[in-house]
């Protein structure tokens, strides 16, 4: 079993910033990768950014210049700069132990106009 422990949502004004951490415990054999992945209202999960256990990155083009992820060893951060209201949804972490996915239960970014 993985335990996937997200934090750092909220509420912040457009043009503000968040900082989302995600604390990975458990029996992880080998890592993949983590990332993060955001589902706002009636609207599907889609993936926001991912890193990979040999620190290569991905990012959704929306978010392109504006998010950065990183990770240090089984804690997978993400800094959201220059938030739109579009940005708003619930976020969650996502870790790939040998394939096998593991999700947190979400942590709440809400960006007002």
């Known amino acids: 079993q993985v335990q996937l422990a997200e934090s750092g949502g909220g509420l912040v004004q457009a043009g503000g910033s968040l900082r989302l951490s995600c604390e990975a415990s458990?029996?992880?054999?080998?890592?993949?990768?983590m990332g993060w992945y955001r589902q706002a209202p009636g609207k599907q999960r889609e993936m926001v950014a991912s890193?990979?256990?040999?620190?290569r990155t991905d990012y959704a083009d929306s978010m392109k210049g504006r998010f950065t992820i990183s990770r240090d060893l089984f804690t997978v951060y993400l800094e959201m700069n220059s938030l739109k209201p579009e940005d708003t949804g619930s976020y969650y972490c996502?870790?790939?132990?040998?394939?096998?996915?593991?999700w947190g239960q979400g942590t709440q970014v809400t960006v007002s106009s």
């Open positions: 890193i990979t256990s040999a620190g």
């Open positions: 458990g029996n992880i054999f080998s890592l993949r990768s």
């Open positions: 996502n870790l790939n132990d040998r394939g096998v996915e593991w």
